[in-house]
């Protein structure tokens, strides 16, 4: 039975991936599938954020065998923890057998105002230094997602609950910003399979980041033409049979998208 292992972004906790992990289960069967906290975030707010994402990705590894569960695995990640997955490529292989990054960026491939788009320069700095729960996480939705069928004020509602339970502290999210500005990924492609999806609609990380990133490591790309930056949540279904159709043809030449 493979296993996989679902890693979220910058203050994000585990419960963000809402109804994806069971999207994502009832697309592979007989798999199972395992959600991480990110030092600083979540259940695991009380612990220092580490200010290198290769350090994050120990952690990771770290928490998988403080709960028994043994490599190999599959990493499946977003933004920061895309990162993550792509530090533990990296540096442990054989720990993997595929990753799938979502709407993440990378300072090797792709310039800084495309990594972060300038526009939410202010906003992101306002929700790290601000102590406005509720203002902070309606910021954090108006900028990641896209899709009409999510029901904001319900999904609001429930991230500032969250936040308020499991807070994460001003310093901790300047050290996890700070990690992601400074990583940098060699050149040259992890040896582990890659499957990068990415929204069109992204207004924080811009999509041709990962099309960047696609085209220099021969990965399999696919967009999504609405989607905002949480794709799962926009379209969770979609980003399951991605996966789904990618585990099942995982040597095929890759699919662009247009951008």
């Known amino acids: 039975m493979s296993t996989w292992v679902l890693v979220r972004g910058l203050t994000r906790e585990r419960r963000h991936w809402g109804e994806f992990p069971a999207l994502l289960q009832a697309q592979l069967?007989?798999?199972?599938?395992?959600?991480?906290?990110?030092?600083?975030?979540?259940?695991?707010?009380?612990?220092?954020?580490?200010?290198?994402?290769?350090?994050?990705?120990?952690?990771?590894?770290?928490?998988?065998?403080?709960?028994?569960?043994?490599?190999?695995?599959?990493?499946?990640?977003?933004?920061l923890g895309a990162m993550v997955a792509l530090a533990w490529a990296h540096e442990h292989p054989e720990e993997l057998r595929g990753c799938v990054l979502i709407n993440t960026s990378l300072r090797t491939f792709s310039p800084w105002y495309q990594r972060l788009r300038p526009r939410n320069y202010a906003s992101v700095l306002g929700m790290?230094?601000?102590?406005?729960?509720?203002?902070?996480?309606?910021?954090?939705?108006?900028?990641?997602?896209?899709?009409?069928?999510?029901?904001?004020?319900?999904?609001?509602?429930?991230?500032?609950?969250?936040?308020?339970?499991?807070?994460?502290?001003?310093?901790?999210?300047?050290?996890?910003?700070?990690?992601?500005?400074?990583?940098?990924?060699?050149?040259?492609?992890?040896?582990?399979?890659?499957?990068?999806?990415?929204?069109?609609?992204?207004?924080?990380?811009?999509?041709?980041?990962?099309?960047?990133l696609a085209q220099a490591w021969g990965a399999a790309l696919q967009c999504h033409p609405t989607a905002g930056h949480d794709l799962p949540l926009d379209d969770g279904a979609w980003v399951a049979r991605q996966v789904a159709e990618w585990l099942g043809a995982q040597h095929q030449s890759p699919r662009k998208c247009l951008l």
């Open 29 to 79: 069967g007989p798999a199972q599938v395992l959600t991480l906290d990110l030092p600083g975030n979540g259940q695991l707010n009380a612990q220092v954020s580490p200010t290198r994402v290769g350090d994050m990705a120990e952690s990771c590894r770290v928490a998988l065998r403080e709960r028994g569960v043994t490599p190999p695995y599959h990493l499946l990640a977003m933004s």
């Open 128 to 212: 790290v230094l601000s102590r406005d729960t509720a203002e902070n996480e309606r910021t954090v939705l108006e900028i990641t997602t896209r899709h009409p069928t999510v029901d904001k004020s319900a999904l609001l509602a429930e991230w500032v609950r969250w936040r308020s339970e499991n807070p994460v502290s001003r310093a901790n999210a300047l050290r996890q910003l700070w990690a992601a500005a400074r990583f940098s990924a060699p050149r040259a492609a992890p040896q582990v399979p890659l499957l990068l999806l990415a929204s069109e609609a992204d207004e924080l990380v811009d999509p041709r980041c990962s099309q960047r």
